[in-house]
């Protein structure tokens, strides 16, 4: 990849082209469990200072982090009188940056209906916080079952790696590091079993996705672990999409999105919803495993080799906070990885060209239900070999 396109894919501060492109995305910010009315919490999302608030009816806001007054930090402002009072001179701010009081100014003053604090649209779907830091209208918040649902559970999970997105990204779709990174036995036991064997595997780009299909051998004769991975621009990579409501077979569902702090660090904010089933379920929580002892490697930053997280952060970070592509040898194993960087590279290119970039939803009833068909799962041998992921707009 040449310097110009790494740059291109990779830098998502304000006024960059993907930095841009992101912001005409609905983007998770934050989980609704993280954020309560006692106190507002300082963030940083795409290159940007903010804080994060929720006042005392509930509401969130994000919104810049310091006072316009004398610039005093909104970190340490208090929750109260409809939105944020600066502990300095006590001006409040509404979740809109609308300015409520100024307690020095005379009673008659319009001063504060002339000031303004900057604050991005925020609402809050499945446990999630999601923010619009773009222009203009708002696009809809994609409806996907799995945040809408009612009929299972909902399991979070979050951490932050010294990297950049799209080195979390394309890693989505690179099966081989699967069976190498993780399905190496470590203390005589691999982090994933079913992983072990060196995949058959075909990679496709469209309009909308980039996903692999990739097949392994299962652990009885006849049997084949199908393993669909998807990535959704701009920053969402389905592991696994679930059933919709209703459907016979009860199946889990595994997404995450990679959002970036800034270009050399992104924090993940994992999904995993399990309906409740009564009926057979597709693909069951895998049987308790034997845990490894930990296995830390490394010289200037030690990871748990034995995990998979700690293998990912070994192999992810372990490549600098922002990779330089244009040293890179990519192989035949790499072509997934080649379809993501050229998706997203396609998709801030269009966006650049004033067209809508890919999965932005502006119609309500296209909205009404949002499905990612993506599927893993232990099959017989030739079952599935028609199925594609896909997106599902059911109406």
Request: proline letters at 7%.
């Given at each position: 990849m040449?310097s110009?396109?790494?740059?291109l894919i ?12 992101l ?9 609704s ?23 005392q009816f ?25 939105g ?25 003053s ?6 303004r604090?900057?604050?991005?649209p925020v609402?809050?779907?499945?446990g999630?916080?999601?923010a619009?830091?773009?222009?203009g ?13 009612d009929?299972?559970?909902?399991v ?11 080195q ?13 990174l ?30 692999y ?5 299962g652990?009885e004769?006849?049997?084949e672990?199908?393993?669909e ?6 920053i ?7 059933s919709?409501p ?8 595994d ?13 993940t904010f ?5 309906p409740?089933?009564?009926?057979k ?6 049987e ?11 010289t200037?930053?030690?990871w748990?080799m ?6 990912d ?9 922002l990779?330089?592509?244009?040293r ?7 072509r997934?990885?080649?379809?993501v ?10 966006s ?10 502006r ?7 949002v ?6 799962r ?8 028609d ?9």
């Amino acid at each position: 990849m040449e310097s110009a396109e790494n740059e291109l894919i990779t830098r998502v501060g304000p006024g960059t082209p993907a930095g841009e492109t992101l912001r005409k995305y609905w983007l998770p910010v934050g989980l609704s469990s993280e954020i309560d009315a006692t106190a507002p919490k300082l963030v940083r999302w795409l290159g940007e200072e903010l804080l994060l608030f929720r006042d005392q009816f509930g509401r969130v806001g994000l919104t810049e982090p310091n006072c316009p007054h004398r610039g005093t930090s909104l970190d340490y402002g208090w929750i109260e009188a409809g939105g944020i009072r600066c502990c300095y001179h006590g001006w409040v701010f509404d979740v809109t940056g609308r300015c409520l009081e100024q307690p020095g100014e005379p009673a008659d003053s319009n001063f504060k209906d002339k000031i303004r604090l900057k604050a991005y649209p925020v609402r809050e779907l499945g446990g999630m916080i999601w923010a619009y830091m773009g222009q203009g209208a708002a696009p809809e918040l994609p409806n996907y079952h799995f945040l809408l649902r009612d009929d299972g559970e909902r399991v979070f999970s979050s951490y932050i790696r010294e990297c950049n997105y799209i080195q979390q990204v394309e890693n989505a779709l690179d099966p081989v590091h699967a069976t190498i990174l993780h399905g190496r036995a470590v203390h005589g036991f691999p982090a994933a079993p079913e992983w072990m064997e060196t995949p058959d595997f075909n990679v496709t780009m469209t309009d909308t996705m980039a996903y692999y299909v990739a097949r392994r051998q299962g652990p009885e004769l006849g049997t084949e672990w199908h393993r669909e991975v998807a990535y959704v621009p701009p920053i969402m990579v389905v592991h696994h999409g679930g059933s919709l409501p209703g459907d016979p077979l009860a199946e889990m569902v595994d997404v995450a999105w990679r959002m970036p702090i800034d270009d050399h660090n992104t924090r993940t904010f994992t999904l995993k919803f399990f309906p409740n089933a009564n009926g057979k379920r597709g693909n069951p929580e895998k049987e308790a495993r034997p845990k490894p002892p930990p296995l830390m490697r490394g010289t200037r930053r030690q990871w748990d080799m034995a995990s998979i997280n700690g293998q990912d952060n070994a192999a992810q970070v372990g490549q600098g906070s922002l990779v330089d592509r244009s040293r890179e040898h990519l192989g035949h194993s790499d072509r997934g990885v080649i379809l993501v960087r050229k998706l997203w590279k396609d998709v801030i290119e269009a966006s650049l060209r004033g067209e809508a970039p890919a999965n932005l939803i502006r119609s309500a009833a296209q909205n009404r239900l949002v499905h990612v068909d993506v599927i893993e799962r232990l099959v017989k041998a030739e079952e599935l070999r028609d199925h594609v992921p896909s997106i599902v707009y059911v109406s």
